[in-house]
């Protein structure tokens, strides 16, 4: 009682928030109550989480009589929601904490405030439904929310387009959903969680429930090719809502995934893991190429989102592999790596789209090229943007390594499973995945170096301060907890495991007591790994070298050529830009990007310039999306037609169709 | 007395349908109007001998509500609505009166087969003719209210639709009574209520010619 109890407060306490924000969003120091409030509320939410995890709280539940009259609404806490509610209260507060000084440069708060807190609250409930109703009832709040704080800048008309997208989307997504639930309650409809488990369903029902939840809970996380409306929806929000939607709310779609793929929807198939994890592979390495080639600062973290997304996805799938072959120990090893993984990305991607947040504001711009020097002039926002890019990146000793670590121990079990199917796919999707780490590496390095090193690509950059001091007390208390993350990760290993035990019950090896704080998934002999040593011996090493280079380098006195290859130019556009960055993989990755790349010469004796244009195609829009929108828009104006008839022949059609069914009933018997 | 009383309910029903092409046919607006009356009188008796050979007396309530509403009250008071509105006593078809006609055979054919397959396993065959017959003049109404231009002989063919609902309704047995009133005065009230359009109709456009109502919303054809 006492988990749920706290939980299911803090979410009608913010929902009432976003009703008392309407009210009160005008006055000049609403932001600083609001956020405050939210923030608040998070910490309080991940705070009762994280204790009812460290103390292996049991289940909690509790039914509030709101909704159908017959059902109400049931709340139920466990291990998984807790997991996830701790994710959501961290994410929560570090974005609402940031907004009260990023907020302050909103020019209509009133078009943010209103919806930010309710947009907590009903990821909150999502998290804790414990029927169905509930569930969708939530999902589609928090949908809805979301959609209006996209909308925020509503005046630019890409925000707008995006919104309608996302909507379009969103709708699509909780229709399966819909239909994902409706299957799963079966003919005596009856929605409770509880009820829903204990229902037997046959092989086939319980296969479209799960192809249907792929999609629908796919749709929200951003799977390929349902992923087009995340790399323009997430940037066009306020930045401290873009760290939402990427770090937590994609996070809650996987929570709906995995609490009915592996919870609700009963024993799976082998079959079913491969879909995922190709779905996941595809996912990682389209994702991070398209987060590459993309000269936007948020859309490159929100095509990283993506990428990050399909590893999660990948680990559950092979959770999935071990799970319906019994290997409960293994199913439990890559389960602890998907929601670590879950955990990890939300801290480094809020970091991140808080980091271009405080960009935005200072410089007014977020296309890579425009940007440039910025260590010169925000100092510690570029410090702790390099450690964000550092964990994303899966270095070691910070925590994206970990998580990446652990699902690469996970694939490396694989010739285990007795399916030679699955023996050979999935070495090969961890070569993909290595592939896809290895480009999000390139991807960031190109995003630091182009925004932060060099000179300054544009004048924006010039008027450029630090940010505001609640921005970088969130920022480095993210950065802080990567860096936690990252060398004591076995406690936080301890503490998601009751939620991996409920799960696939196994859990791995406690880690909590190893020495120099190793983590040991499988076996001793096998492999381990220590985050804090890496740290000292980074450390050590690098202050070595520092100090080496430093002592024998530095102090000689040093003369250089006047023209050094160019390089001295004044003008900026000479450095090695994101485009320059991005030109090898492009041209290797042609067909996979449909890349295009034309060279337009003035004829001779014009002294025009010459045109050099690139760029890349995404398959999914101009394959899926433009033929579906074309046919739906083609079906709808020769549909129109039917709103101009005569009376006499609606009364007709009305006619023509009974005798229709008639004659359709005749033949039938 | 079985014999008979099979035949006598199939010929009334018989009739009925009759009269329905009867009203497909026609092309003045006082015929139409009269024959209504006799589709329902024919109603009327229809419904009177069910409920003799049924013995259920309170459909002789039904039948007086048919003779009196129907063959009665409402051709009498769609004879002075045209009379009054000095409505072209013309009614205008859509389509030509004979491929109409053959519509409606192929309805009824239509109907027989449906109903004959549908109803295979019960025994009561003359319930069974007499659905038949009933759906059969649902249609032709419905038909006749698509085929036709006039506000009026649409009015007629909504009322002869009825009159097929009131047939299904005596014909099977067990129906209850209150649903028997409550059509018959929803379609009364359904006729005051379209009455009262053609009026106001009538007032705006000079005609009730619904093609009228069609100009106004601006509609193409």
Known sequence: MMGVGVAATMAAFLLALSLAAITIAGRRSAPSIIY????????????????????????????????????????????????????????????????????????????????????????????????????????????????????AHHRDEGSRSAGYLYLVMAGFGTMVLLLAFGLMAGAQGSY??????????????????????????????????????????????????????????????????????????????????????????????????????????????????????GVIFAALGLALAFQANGMHALAALAMTAALLHAMNHMMFKSLLFMVMGAVLNATGRRDLDGLGGLIHRMPVTAFLALVGVTAISALPPLNGFVSEWLLFQTVLQSPQLPQPALQFMVPAAGGLLALAAALAAACFVRFYGVAFLGRARSGDVAGAIETDRWSLGAMAALAALCVLAGILPGYLIDLIAPAVDIIVGARILPQGGNAWLTLVPVADVRSSYSGFLVMVFVAVTGSAVAWLVHRLASQRLRRGPAWDCGFPNADPITQYGGGSFAQPIRRVMASVLAAHETVTMPPPGDPGPARHTAGVEDLAWSRLYLPLASAVTGTTIRLNALQFLTIRRYLGLVFASLILLLVGLAIWN | MHDYAFDIAHLLAGSLVLVSFLLIYQDR??????????????????????????????????????????????????????????????????????PTMLAG????????????????????????????????????GMLMMVTRRNAVSQVVGFMSLENGLILAATGAQGMPFVVEISIAFSVLIAMIVIGVFLFRIRERFDSVDIEALDHFRGERR
Not at chain 1, 101 to 112: N, T
Request: net charge neutral.
């Open chain 1, 36 to 151: 405050g409030l939210s923030g608040a509320a998070c910490v309080v939410l991940a705070l009762a989480a994280i204790i009812a995890l460290a103390t292996r709280a049991e289940a909690t539940s509790l039914t509030v009589p709101i909704g159908l009259p017959w059902l109400g609404a049931h709340l139920v806490q466990d291990a998984l929601s807790a997991v996830f509610l701790a994710l959501l209260g961290i994410g929560g507060a570090m974005a609402s904490f940031y907004a009260i000084g990023y907020g302050r440069h909103e020019h209509e708060p009133q078009r943010v405030l209103p919806f930010f807190p309710g947009f907590l609250g009903a990821m909150t409930l999502v998290v804790l439904a414990g029927d169905a109703f509930t569930f969708l009832l939530s999902w589609e709040i928090m949908s809805l929310l979301s959609w209006a704080l996209v909308l």
């Open chain 2, 29 to 98: 607006l006082f015929a139409l109007l009269n024959v209504f009356a006799l589709q329902a009188l024919l109603l009327a008796m229809a419904v009177a001998w069910q409920a003799y050979i049924q013995g259920a007396h309170h459909l002789y309530a039904s039948a007086a509500i048919a003779l009196v509403f129907k063959a009665v009250i409402v051709p009498w008071a769609l004879h002075r609505m045209v009379r009054r509105l000095g409505i072209h006593r013309d009614v205008e078809t859509v389509v030509g009166v004979v």
């Open chain 2, 105 to 140: 055979m192929g309805l009824v054919a239509l109907s027989i087969l449906l109903m004959l397959q549908l109803t295979a396993a019960a025994e009561n065959a003359l319930a069974r003719e007499d659905l038949a017959f009933a759906l059969s003049v649902i249609l032709l």
């Open chain 1, 192 to 309: 409770e969680f509880a009820a829903i488990r204990a229902v037997e369903r046959s092989p086939g029902i319980a296969a479209l429930v799960f192809g249907l939840m792929v999609v629908g809970a796919g749709s929200k996380a951003g799977l390929v090719p349902l992923h087009v409306w995340l790399p323009v929806a997430h940037p066009a929000a306020p930045s401290h809502v873009s760290a939402l939607m990427s770090g937590v709310m994609t996070k809650v779609a996987v929570y709906g995934f995995i609490r009915v793929a592996f919870d609700l929807a009963g024993p799976v198939e082998w079959w079913m893991s491969p879909i995922i994890i190709v779905i996941g592979v595809a996912t990682a390495v389209m994702g991070i190429l398209f987060a590459i080639m993309d000269d936007d600062g948020k859309r490159i973290l929100a095509y990283s989102t993506i990428e990050n997304i």
